[in-house]
């Protein structure tokens, strides 16, 4: 199974609202609405930040966001501050014999 | 407070074995399932295996099939990775990962055990 498309790198202003988009097929992102996104730190361990497509976590800001079109799932972070400043990877459902499958992540400058 | 604690990594050499554990508190073990994801030093997530609340239903990548096995003891509340026929593709950091209500998202995450695989 191959893993979910997402570009290498976005970059933003402080202020301004990026989005991450995450391609799959119709076998995985297409077929589920169990889309999840994580953030990561340098030296730290992943963060869950919104599963199942749309929904964050308590304790999670609600500057993150998700959503789904077809075969793409989108990460957007309105207001970046420099705290966002992290990598990005989304994650969804692919079928009872693959499981889940990742994007290759994003890696989020805040300039 | 979650948390989730990995112990047993270390250097094993290629077609070596080795046995992961993670051991669980601040929560009711025997109802979530467990997984673990590994990350190769500079890379990304990889998904590893998946183990079902009462350890009756378990999943596997197909990297790891056949040579990796997953198990939980609830008495103790740990979780197991057992690794067999390492090859130097497996030297990562392994996460231990609770599932969520719906078991394809993680929702608490250790701070992961090193697996270096090297003659």
């Known amino acids: 199974q191959s893993a979910l498309t997402q570009p290498a790198s976005v970059s933003g202003s402080p202020g301004q609202s990026i989005t991450i988009s995450c391609t799959g097929t119709?076998?995985?992102?297409?077929?589920?609405?169990?889309v999840s996104w994580y953030q990561q730190h340098p030296g730290k361990a992943p963060k869950l930040m919104i599963y199942?497509?749309?929904k964050r976590p308590s304790g999670v800001s609600n500057r993150f966001s998700g959503s789904k079109s077809g075969n793409t799932a989108s990460l957007t972070i309105s207001g970046l501050q420099a705290e966002d400043e992290a990598d990005y990877y989304c994650?969804?459902?692919?079928?009872?014999?693959?499981?889940?499958?990742f994007g290759g992540g994003t890696k989020l400058t805040v300039l | 407070e979650v948390q989730l604690v990995e112990s047993g990594g270390g250097l094993v050499q290629p077609g070596g074995s080795l046995r992961l554990s993670c051991a669980a508190s601040?929560?009711?073990?025997?109802?979530?399932?467990m997984h673990w994801v590994r990350q190769a030093p500079g890379k990304g997530l990889e998904y590893v295996s998946t183990i079902g609340g009462n350890g009756g239903s378990t999943y596997y990548a197909n990297s790891v099939k056949g040579r990796f096995t997953i198990s939980r003891d609830n008495s103790k509340s740990t979780l197991y990775l057992q690794m067999g026929s390492l090859r130097t593709e497996d030297m990562a950091l392994y996460y231990c990962?609770?599932?969520?209500?719906?078991?394809?998202?993680?929702?608490?995450w250790g701070q992961g055990a090193l697996v270096t695989v090297s003659s």
């Open positions: 601040g929560f009711t073990f025997s109802t979530y399932s």
């Open positions: 199942e497509v749309t």
């Open positions: 994650c969804s459902h692919a079928g009872s014999s693959t499981f889940v499958v």
């Open positions: 119709s076998s995985d992102v297409g077929s589920y609405n169990l």
């Open positions: 990962v609770r599932g969520g209500s719906s078991w394809y998202y993680f929702d608490s």
